[in-house]
Protein backbone atom coordinates (compact mmCIF):
# COMPACT_ATOMS: atom_id res chain seq x y z
CA UNK A 1 0.00 0.00 0.00
CA UNK A 2 0.88 3.67 -0.31
CA UNK A 3 2.34 6.17 2.73
CA UNK A 4 -0.22 8.32 4.45
CA UNK A 5 1.61 11.49 4.00
CA UNK A 6 1.40 14.25 6.83
CA UNK A 7 2.02 17.86 5.72
CA UNK A 8 4.94 18.85 8.02
CA UNK A 9 5.02 22.30 6.74
CA UNK A 10 4.81 24.22 9.91
CA UNK A 11 7.32 22.24 11.81
CA UNK A 12 9.61 22.42 8.94
CA UNK A 13 9.00 26.37 8.98
CA UNK A 14 9.01 26.64 12.90
CA UNK A 15 5.28 27.59 13.07
CA UNK A 16 4.98 27.92 16.95
CA UNK A 17 2.21 25.54 17.89
CA UNK A 18 0.96 24.34 14.76
CA UNK A 19 4.70 23.47 13.99
CA UNK A 20 5.17 21.56 17.47
CA UNK A 21 2.10 19.53 16.50
CA UNK A 22 3.31 18.33 13.47
CA UNK A 23 6.62 17.85 14.42
CA UNK A 24 5.86 15.57 17.21
CA UNK A 25 2.45 13.87 16.17
CA UNK A 26 4.98 12.31 12.51
CA UNK A 27 7.72 11.58 15.46
CA UNK A 28 5.10 9.30 17.39
CA UNK A 29 3.36 8.05 13.84
CA UNK A 30 6.88 6.49 12.93
CA UNK A 31 6.71 3.69 15.43
CA UNK A 32 3.22 2.82 14.58
CA UNK A 33 3.28 3.24 10.95
CA UNK A 34 7.57 1.73 9.96
CA UNK A 35 7.82 1.95 6.36
CA UNK A 36 3.87 3.39 6.06
CA UNK A 37 4.49 6.72 6.21
CA UNK A 38 5.66 9.71 4.13
CA UNK A 39 5.73 13.83 4.40
CA UNK A 40 5.28 16.98 2.47
CA UNK A 41 6.45 20.48 2.98
CA UNK A 42 5.85 23.70 0.82
CA UNK A 43 8.62 26.57 0.45
CA UNK A 44 11.33 23.33 0.03
CA UNK A 45 14.47 25.21 -0.40
CA UNK A 46 13.92 27.09 3.20
CA UNK A 47 12.95 24.11 5.03
CA UNK A 48 14.37 22.91 8.30
CA UNK A 49 13.95 19.50 7.50
CA UNK A 50 15.40 17.93 11.41
CA UNK A 51 15.38 14.31 12.62
CA UNK A 52 13.28 12.18 12.34
CA UNK A 53 11.55 13.57 9.87
CA UNK A 54 14.73 13.93 7.46
CA UNK A 55 14.21 9.79 7.36
CA UNK A 56 10.70 9.68 5.90
CA UNK A 57 10.14 9.68 1.78
CA UNK A 58 9.40 13.46 1.14
CA UNK A 59 6.83 15.05 -1.68
CA UNK A 60 7.76 19.18 -1.50
CA UNK A 61 6.57 21.68 -3.39
CA UNK A 62 8.92 24.95 -4.37
CA UNK A 63 6.71 27.89 -3.82
CA UNK A 64 6.92 29.93 -0.30
CA UNK A 65 3.73 29.73 1.66
CA UNK A 66 1.37 32.71 0.36
CA UNK A 67 2.10 31.59 -3.53
CA UNK A 68 1.44 27.82 -2.63
CA UNK A 69 -2.18 28.87 -0.71
CA UNK A 70 -3.04 30.51 -3.65
CA UNK A 71 -2.59 27.81 -5.46
CA UNK A 72 -4.48 25.49 -3.24
CA UNK A 73 -7.51 28.27 -3.47
CA UNK A 74 -7.78 28.42 -7.22
CA UNK A 75 -7.46 24.68 -7.56
CA UNK A 76 -10.35 24.52 -5.17
CA UNK A 77 -12.48 27.30 -6.92
CA UNK A 78 -11.41 25.66 -10.17
CA UNK A 79 -12.63 21.69 -9.54
CA UNK A 80 -8.69 21.23 -10.35
CA UNK A 81 -7.54 18.45 -8.25
CA UNK A 82 -4.13 18.20 -7.17
CA UNK A 83 -3.95 14.39 -6.13
CA UNK A 84 -0.62 14.12 -8.18
CA UNK A 85 1.18 16.60 -6.59
CA UNK A 86 1.00 13.93 -3.55
CA UNK A 87 0.65 10.60 -4.69
CA UNK A 88 1.47 7.69 -4.78
CA UNK A 89 -0.15 8.23 -1.34
CA UNK A 90 -3.38 6.31 0.09
CA UNK A 91 -4.18 9.01 2.42
CA UNK A 92 -3.02 13.34 3.33
CA UNK A 93 -3.49 14.66 6.47
CA UNK A 94 -3.31 18.22 6.45
CA UNK A 95 -2.29 19.77 9.67
CA UNK A 96 -2.16 23.52 8.85
CA UNK A 97 -4.99 24.60 7.98
CA UNK A 98 -4.29 23.94 4.46
CA UNK A 99 -6.27 21.58 2.83
CA UNK A 100 -5.93 20.78 -1.06
CA UNK A 101 -8.19 19.63 -3.49
CA UNK A 102 -8.50 15.43 -4.25
CA UNK A 103 -10.41 13.83 -6.70
CA UNK A 104 -9.74 10.11 -5.42
CA UNK A 105 -6.94 10.46 -2.75
CA UNK A 106 -8.65 10.74 1.39
CA UNK A 107 -8.02 13.37 3.53
CA UNK A 108 -7.91 14.04 6.77
CA UNK A 109 -8.07 17.88 8.15
CA UNK A 110 -6.87 18.85 11.64
CA UNK A 111 -8.64 21.80 13.28
CA UNK A 112 -6.83 24.02 15.53
CA UNK A 113 -9.09 26.64 15.97
CA UNK A 114 -11.33 29.09 14.58
CA UNK A 115 -9.39 32.74 15.88
CA UNK A 116 -10.15 34.19 12.66
CA UNK A 117 -14.23 33.65 13.05
CA UNK A 118 -14.05 34.20 16.56
CA UNK A 119 -11.45 37.30 16.89
CA UNK A 120 -11.58 38.59 13.60
CA UNK A 121 -9.73 41.59 14.86
CA UNK A 122 -6.49 39.59 15.99
CA UNK A 123 -5.63 38.30 12.35
CA UNK A 124 -4.26 40.08 9.10
CA UNK A 125 -7.15 40.88 6.85
CA UNK A 126 -5.62 38.74 3.98
CA UNK A 127 -5.34 35.93 6.11
CA UNK A 128 -8.67 36.17 8.12
CA UNK A 129 -10.16 36.51 3.79
CA UNK A 130 -8.68 33.72 2.82
CA UNK A 131 -9.68 31.54 5.69
CA UNK A 132 -13.08 32.68 5.73
CA UNK A 133 -13.45 31.77 2.24
CA UNK A 134 -11.78 28.83 2.19
CA UNK A 135 -12.45 26.86 5.05
CA UNK A 136 -16.31 25.82 4.44
CA UNK A 137 -14.31 24.31 1.54
CA UNK A 138 -11.44 22.54 3.73
CA UNK A 139 -14.28 21.11 6.57
CA UNK A 140 -16.36 19.72 3.14
CA UNK A 141 -13.72 18.25 1.43
CA UNK A 142 -11.85 16.11 4.09
CA UNK A 143 -12.97 12.76 4.96
CA UNK A 144 -12.65 13.25 8.48
CA UNK A 145 -11.80 16.72 10.99
CA UNK A 146 -10.00 16.05 14.00
CA UNK A 147 -10.26 18.86 16.57
CA UNK A 148 -7.18 19.11 19.33
CA UNK A 149 -9.89 20.44 21.96
CA UNK A 150 -13.86 19.88 22.57
CA UNK A 151 -13.90 23.35 22.45
CA UNK A 152 -13.07 23.71 18.88
CA UNK A 153 -15.18 20.87 18.35
CA UNK A 154 -17.90 22.94 19.80
CA UNK A 155 -16.88 26.23 17.80
CA UNK A 156 -16.53 23.87 14.56
CA UNK A 157 -20.11 22.40 14.83
CA UNK A 158 -21.92 25.73 15.43
CA UNK A 159 -19.74 27.35 12.96
CA UNK A 160 -19.89 24.77 10.13
CA UNK A 161 -22.56 22.55 11.41
CA UNK A 162 -20.42 19.32 10.66
CA UNK A 163 -21.85 16.36 11.04
CA UNK A 164 -20.98 15.00 14.44
CA UNK A 165 -19.74 11.58 12.62
CA UNK A 166 -17.44 13.29 10.94
CA UNK A 167 -15.49 15.28 14.03
CA UNK A 168 -13.34 13.44 16.56
CA UNK A 169 -11.48 14.96 19.53
CA UNK A 170 -7.17 13.86 19.72
CA UNK A 171 -5.44 16.07 22.35
CA UNK A 172 -1.98 16.98 21.72
CA UNK A 173 1.05 15.67 23.37
CA UNK A 174 3.41 16.83 26.25
CA UNK A 175 7.14 15.45 25.17
CA UNK A 176 9.04 13.27 27.68
CA UNK A 177 11.74 15.53 27.50
CA UNK A 178 9.49 18.15 29.37
CA UNK A 179 10.86 17.56 33.20
CA UNK A 180 12.12 19.40 35.95
CA UNK A 181 15.67 20.67 34.58
CA UNK A 182 18.71 19.69 36.39
CA UNK A 183 20.10 22.89 38.49
CA UNK A 184 23.49 22.55 36.27
CA UNK A 185 21.03 23.24 33.16
CA UNK A 186 19.04 25.97 34.64
CA UNK A 187 22.03 27.65 35.49
CA UNK A 188 23.55 27.07 32.33
CA UNK A 189 20.37 28.82 30.66
CA UNK A 190 20.50 31.56 33.04
CA UNK A 191 23.74 32.67 31.99
CA UNK A 192 23.53 32.23 28.02
CA UNK A 193 20.23 34.04 28.46
CA UNK A 194 20.94 36.76 30.93
CA UNK A 195 17.74 35.59 33.06
CA UNK A 196 17.31 37.34 36.15
CA UNK A 197 17.09 35.65 39.36
CA UNK A 198 13.39 35.18 39.90
CA UNK A 199 10.78 35.90 37.08
CA UNK A 200 7.68 35.49 35.33
CA UNK A 201 7.84 33.54 32.02
CA UNK A 202 4.85 33.38 29.11
CA UNK A 203 6.09 31.24 25.83
CA UNK A 204 4.04 31.95 22.66
CA UNK A 205 3.92 33.93 19.63
CA UNK A 206 3.15 38.26 20.56
CA UNK A 207 0.10 39.02 18.49
CA UNK A 208 -3.15 40.95 19.96
CA UNK A 209 -4.94 37.56 20.93
CA UNK A 210 -2.37 36.61 23.35
CA UNK A 211 -2.96 39.45 25.41
CA UNK A 212 -0.02 40.51 26.43
CA UNK A 213 -1.09 43.71 27.67
CA UNK A 214 -2.94 42.31 31.13
CA UNK A 215 0.27 40.63 31.92
CA UNK A 216 2.31 43.76 31.33
CA UNK A 217 -0.20 45.88 33.68
CA UNK A 218 -0.30 43.07 36.15
CA UNK A 219 3.20 42.68 36.32
CA UNK A 220 3.85 46.54 36.67
CA UNK A 221 1.20 46.34 39.92
CA UNK A 222 3.43 43.48 41.53
CA UNK A 223 6.97 45.20 40.52
CA UNK A 224 5.76 47.52 43.63
CA UNK A 225 5.88 44.45 45.79
CA UNK A 226 8.65 43.05 44.50
CA UNK A 227 10.97 45.43 42.74
CA UNK A 228 13.85 43.05 41.43
CA UNK A 229 10.94 40.92 40.18
CA UNK A 230 11.59 40.04 36.05
CA UNK A 231 9.09 39.28 33.34
CA UNK A 232 10.60 36.89 30.46
CA UNK A 233 8.83 36.68 27.14
CA UNK A 234 9.65 33.66 25.19
CA UNK A 235 8.32 33.55 21.34
CA UNK A 236 8.65 35.27 18.07
CA UNK A 237 6.62 38.33 17.10
CA UNK A 238 3.85 37.10 14.79
CA UNK A 239 1.40 39.90 13.97
CA UNK A 240 -0.58 43.10 14.70
CA UNK A 241 2.01 44.12 17.87
CA UNK A 242 1.92 47.52 17.53
CA UNK A 243 -0.85 47.51 20.17
CA UNK A 244 1.16 45.21 22.68
CA UNK A 245 4.03 47.24 22.38
CA UNK A 246 2.68 50.21 23.15
CA UNK A 247 0.92 49.22 26.34
CA UNK A 248 4.66 48.31 27.31
CA UNK A 249 5.69 51.81 26.68
CA UNK A 250 2.52 53.41 28.07
CA UNK A 251 3.58 51.23 31.55
CA UNK A 252 6.71 52.43 31.44
CA UNK A 253 8.17 48.54 31.18
CA UNK A 254 10.25 49.44 28.19
CA UNK A 255 13.65 47.68 29.67
CA UNK A 256 12.27 45.75 32.39
CA UNK A 257 10.45 43.06 30.62
CA UNK A 258 12.97 40.42 28.95
CA UNK A 259 11.82 39.74 25.35
CA UNK A 260 14.23 36.21 24.19
CA UNK A 261 12.32 36.07 20.89
CA UNK A 262 12.77 32.57 19.81
CA UNK A 263 13.88 29.54 21.74
CA UNK A 264 14.73 26.59 20.88
CA UNK A 265 12.72 23.54 21.70
CA UNK A 266 15.86 22.27 23.69
CA UNK A 267 16.29 25.04 25.34
CA UNK A 268 12.64 25.43 26.98
CA UNK A 269 12.78 22.38 29.89
CA UNK A 270 15.55 24.58 31.44
CA UNK A 271 13.42 27.72 30.95
CA UNK A 272 10.26 26.83 32.26
CA UNK A 273 12.52 25.24 35.13
CA UNK A 274 13.62 28.65 35.64
CA UNK A 275 10.65 30.37 35.88
CA UNK A 276 9.07 31.48 39.39
CA UNK A 277 5.37 30.97 37.57
CA UNK A 278 4.23 30.96 33.72
CA UNK A 279 1.52 32.83 32.66
CA UNK A 280 -0.31 32.56 29.69
CA UNK A 281 -3.16 35.09 29.29
CA UNK A 282 -4.56 34.38 25.98
CA UNK A 283 -8.21 35.22 24.64
CA UNK A 284 -8.59 31.94 22.64
CA UNK A 285 -6.88 28.99 22.18
CA UNK A 286 -7.47 25.85 20.22
CA UNK A 287 -5.47 23.92 22.92
CA UNK A 288 -2.48 25.76 24.65
CA UNK A 289 0.31 23.67 24.78
CA UNK A 290 2.96 25.78 26.98
CA UNK A 291 1.25 25.79 29.82
CA UNK A 292 1.32 21.76 29.91
CA UNK A 293 4.79 22.04 29.27
CA UNK A 294 5.51 23.92 32.14
CA UNK A 295 3.54 21.75 34.42
CA UNK A 296 5.66 19.46 33.50
CA UNK A 297 8.78 20.81 34.00
CA UNK A 298 7.11 21.89 37.39
CA UNK A 299 6.61 25.19 37.32
CA UNK A 300 2.80 26.49 38.98
CA UNK A 301 1.05 28.18 35.95
CA UNK A 302 -1.55 31.09 35.77
CA UNK A 303 -3.60 31.20 32.67
CA UNK A 304 -6.95 32.46 31.18
CA UNK A 305 -10.60 31.12 31.71
CA UNK A 306 -10.86 31.37 28.43
CA UNK A 307 -11.29 29.20 25.29
CA UNK A 308 -9.89 25.47 25.96
CA UNK A 309 -7.41 26.18 28.52
CA UNK A 310 -9.49 25.59 31.53
CA UNK A 311 -10.66 21.76 29.70
CA UNK A 312 -6.61 21.28 29.25
CA UNK A 313 -5.00 22.76 32.50
CA UNK A 314 -8.52 21.80 34.91
CA UNK A 315 -8.01 22.55 38.28
CA UNK A 316 -4.29 22.20 38.19
CA UNK A 317 -3.16 25.81 37.36
CA UNK A 318 -5.03 29.31 38.83
CA UNK A 319 -7.62 30.56 36.17
CA UNK A 320 -8.45 34.18 35.43
CA UNK A 321 -10.54 36.04 33.31
CA UNK A 322 -8.43 37.25 30.79
CA UNK A 323 -9.92 40.88 31.11
CA UNK A 324 -9.08 41.68 34.36
CA UNK A 325 -5.28 42.87 35.20
CA UNK A 326 -5.43 43.21 39.10
CA UNK A 327 -6.88 39.61 39.32
CA UNK A 328 -4.07 38.79 37.14
CA UNK A 329 -1.75 40.44 39.73
CA UNK A 330 -3.74 39.03 42.94
CA UNK A 331 -3.43 35.11 40.96
CA UNK A 332 0.28 35.67 40.47
CA UNK A 333 0.95 37.78 44.14
CA UNK A 334 -0.29 34.61 45.65
CA UNK A 335 2.23 31.93 43.71
CA UNK A 336 4.75 34.05 44.43
CA UNK A 337 4.52 34.16 47.86
CA UNK A 338 2.78 31.31 48.74
CA UNK A 339 4.85 28.02 49.18
CA UNK A 340 2.58 25.74 50.14
CA UNK A 341 0.29 26.75 46.91
CA UNK A 342 3.05 26.67 44.55
CA UNK A 343 3.87 22.77 46.00
CA UNK A 344 0.00 22.05 45.51
CA UNK A 345 0.18 23.53 42.10
CA UNK A 346 3.78 21.53 40.90
CA UNK A 347 2.56 18.14 42.46
CA UNK A 348 -1.47 19.06 40.94
CA UNK A 349 0.91 20.50 37.17
CA UNK A 350 2.30 16.75 36.99
CA UNK A 351 -0.09 14.83 37.15
CA UNK A 352 -2.38 16.57 34.84
CA UNK A 353 0.75 17.10 32.33
CA UNK A 354 0.87 13.24 32.62
CA UNK A 355 -2.66 12.64 30.87
CA UNK A 356 -1.43 14.40 27.59
CA UNK A 357 0.98 11.86 25.51
CA UNK A 358 1.81 12.37 22.12
CA UNK A 359 2.26 8.25 21.74
CA UNK A 360 -1.82 8.37 22.35
CA UNK A 361 -2.31 11.31 20.06
CA UNK A 362 -0.52 9.17 17.37
CA UNK A 363 -2.63 5.94 18.36
CA UNK A 364 -5.90 7.40 17.81
CA UNK A 365 -4.84 9.20 14.77
CA UNK A 366 -3.82 5.97 13.30
CA UNK A 367 -7.46 4.98 14.34
CA UNK A 368 -8.88 7.79 12.24
CA UNK A 369 -6.55 6.43 9.40
CA UNK A 370 -7.64 3.10 9.60
CA UNK A 371 -11.91 4.46 9.70
CA UNK A 372 -10.79 6.49 6.68
CA UNK A 373 -9.51 3.97 4.65
CA UNK A 374 -12.15 1.25 5.63
CA UNK A 375 -14.83 4.03 5.01
CA UNK A 376 -13.34 4.51 1.22
CA UNK A 377 -12.84 0.65 0.48
CA UNK A 378 -8.88 1.26 0.15
CA UNK A 379 -7.52 -1.21 2.80
CA UNK A 380 -8.73 -3.55 5.36
CA UNK A 381 -6.67 -1.68 7.62
CA UNK A 382 -3.25 0.21 8.19
CA UNK A 383 -1.42 -2.96 10.14
CA UNK A 384 -3.30 -5.82 7.96
Known sequence: MSPIVVDVSPAVHHRAGLGRYAGELVKALIPLLPGRLGIFYHDAGRADLFPPLNTLPVRSYPWPAKPWRLQVMFAHLLHRPMDALICPACLFHATEHLLPPFRALPSVFTLHDLIFRLYPEAHMFLNRWFLTMMM?????????????????????????????????????????????????????????????????????????????????????????????????????????????????????????????????????????????????????????????????????????????????????GLRVPPDRPADWAAALAAVLSNESLRSHLREAGFRQAARFCWSETARRTVEIYEKVLRSRGLAPGIHE
Open 136 to 316: PRFLRHADVVITVSECTRRDAIRWYRIPEDRIHVIYEGVDVRFRPASPEAIAALRFRYSLPDRFILYVGTIEPRKNLPTLFAAYRHLLERWPDLGLVVAGKPGWLTEGTFRALRDLGLEGRVRFLGYVPDEDLPALYSAAAVFTFPSLYEGFGLPPLEAMACGTPAVVSDASSLPEIVGDA
